[in-house]
């Protein structure tokens, strides 16, 4: 869906995919139109920061499940997603370091500066970073 959206706007999208990564913990669309200097701010504080403390509750819960386990099956299952939800969490936390520094630049738009440009500003915070901002063929 975001592909399209790239490609519908020859690659100068108006909705930004902020993505903490290849495990994709954590995605989030911003209207550039409805960007302002805490809007990282607030992406952090009520997106971010509680789907942490949600992964730490859950893995919390595999722990003792694990424990309890009444088969090999069930046990393998859930430290699967033990494993997986590691992962996020650890992608995550990266992600909010990142985020964080960001969001104290309180980073603001100038919208004559063109998608290129400002899409530029948030490192690789946004996904498709090269495919927007790089490239000798723009």
């Not at 020859?10 to 995919?17: D, S």
């Not at 701010?41 to 920061?49: C, Q």
């Not at 997986?84 to 980073?107: G, P, S, V, W």
Request: charged share 30%; aromatic share 10%.
């Amino acid at each position: 869906m975001y592909k399209d959206h790239l490609q519908t706007y020859k690659k100068r999208p108006i909705y930004w995919l902020f993505s903490s990564g290849k495990q994709r913990a954590f995605q989030c669309l911003v209207y550039l139109h409805r960007y302002h200097e805490g809007t990282l701010a607030r992406m952090r504080t009520e997106y971010v920061i509680p789907l942490q403390g949600k992964i730490a509750a859950r893995l919390e819960h595999l722990a003792r499940d694990i424990a309890g386990a009444a088969s090999t099956t069930l046990r393998r299952k859930l430290e699967k997603e033990r494993d997986a939800l590691l992962k996020h969490q650890n992608e995550l936390r990266t992600f909010d370091e990142k985020l964080r520094h960001y969001a104290d630049q309180r980073i603001s738009l100038d919208l004559d500066d063109g998608v290129k440009v400002n899409y530029g500003k948030f490192g690789d915070l946004l996904a498709e970073v090269k495919a927007i901002t790089g490239g000798s063929d723009d």
